[in-house]
């Protein structure tokens, strides 16, 4: 990888339209007061960042949970995923990834399998971080379907800022672990719902790659993995 590389990354085309109107802005604010035009630029090049898809390397081991998001853990919880989604009223291990905004907000799925349900509910835009977001905020929730019958659920949360959440995928689609299925516009959280007696390897506070680090291992025996900070 060069040093050009390392800053300049692809830009997923959600974003086209956003960075031409921060550029458009930012020119206007140069004619009015040059001052203002170098604050529109760098908000512009925030933009391009915000909107970035850089490529990642997807562990290439079966039965591996990734994470599907960037961001940290905020929270591991027993908890029933959405109803909409009709899993059942059993609670399940859930793991929340925040994003700021600084994030990549591209979602990438955290195992492979078969688009069984997509559900997508209104709700309220508090922040993302708390708990209550889970039930509360704008939410699309999806169902994967693993090769032997179990369920994942992966839910994109709308956050303070957040005001559109875009899901790529549809129901019977095939996805591959760590595909891009969707985006979330300006700060919010994804949930991941573990199949029963499935446990996390990883713990509250760590950085998360979507796409790379690994959430959980659908074969791993034993409890819960520790994790501490070094």
């Known amino acids: 990888?060069?040093?050009?590389?390392?800053?300049?990354?692809?830009?997923?085309?959600?974003?086209?339209?956003?960075v031409a109107i921060f550029a458009a802005i930012t020119l206007v604010l140069f004619w009015l007061w040059?001052?203002?035009?170098?604050?529109?630029?760098?908000l512009t090049v925030w933009c391009y960042?915000?909107?970035?898809?850089p490529k990642r390397f997807v562990p290439q081991v079966e039965g591996l949970i990734i994470s599907p998001a960037d961001g940290v853990i905020s929270l591991i919880e027993p908890a029933v995923p959405p109803v909409?989604?009709?899993?059942?009223?059993?609670?399940?291990?859930?793991?929340?990834?925040?994003m700021s905004v600084f994030n990549c907000h591209v979602n990438r799925a955290p195992i492979g399998g078969r688009v069984k349900a997509i559900a997508y509910r209104a709700g309220t835009f508090v922040n993302a971080s708390l708990d209550k977001a889970s039930a509360n905020n704008e939410r699309n929730s999806v169902c994967i379907e693993l090769s032997d019958g179990r369920q994942i659920a992966v839910v994109q949360i709308a956050g303070l800022v957040a005001r559109r959440?875009?899901?790529?995928?549809?129901?019977?689609?095939?996805?591959?672990?760590?595909?891009?299925?969707?985006?979330?516009?300006?700060?919010?959280?994804?949930?991941?719902?573990?199949?029963t007696g499935v446990e996390p390897m990883v713990?509250?506070?760590?950085?998360?790659?979507?796409?790379?680090?690994?959430?959980?291992?659908?074969?791993?025996?034993?409890?819960?993995?520790?994790?501490g900070q070094e």
Do not use: N
Request: with cysteine.
């Open 1 to 18: 990888m060069t040093m050009l590389e390392t800053f300049l990354k692809p830009m997923h085309r959600e974003g086209y339209r956003f």
């Open 34 to 42: 040059q001052p203002l035009g170098w604050l529109g630029l760098g």
């Open 49 to 53: 960042y915000f909107f970035r898809d």
């Open 84 to 98: 909409e989604l009709g899993m059942g009223p059993e609670a399940l291990t859930r793991v929340s990834v925040f």
């Open 165 to 195: 959440i875009v899901c790529f995928t549809k129901v019977g689609q095939a996805l591959r672990t760590g595909e891009r299925f969707g985006l979330i516009r300006f700060g919010s959280r994804l949930d991941v719902y573990l199949p």
């Open 203 to 227: 713990g509250l506070g760590q950085t998360m790659i979507a796409g790379e680090t690994v959430l959980a291992d659908l074969g791993r025996k034993g409890g819960a993995v520790r994790v």
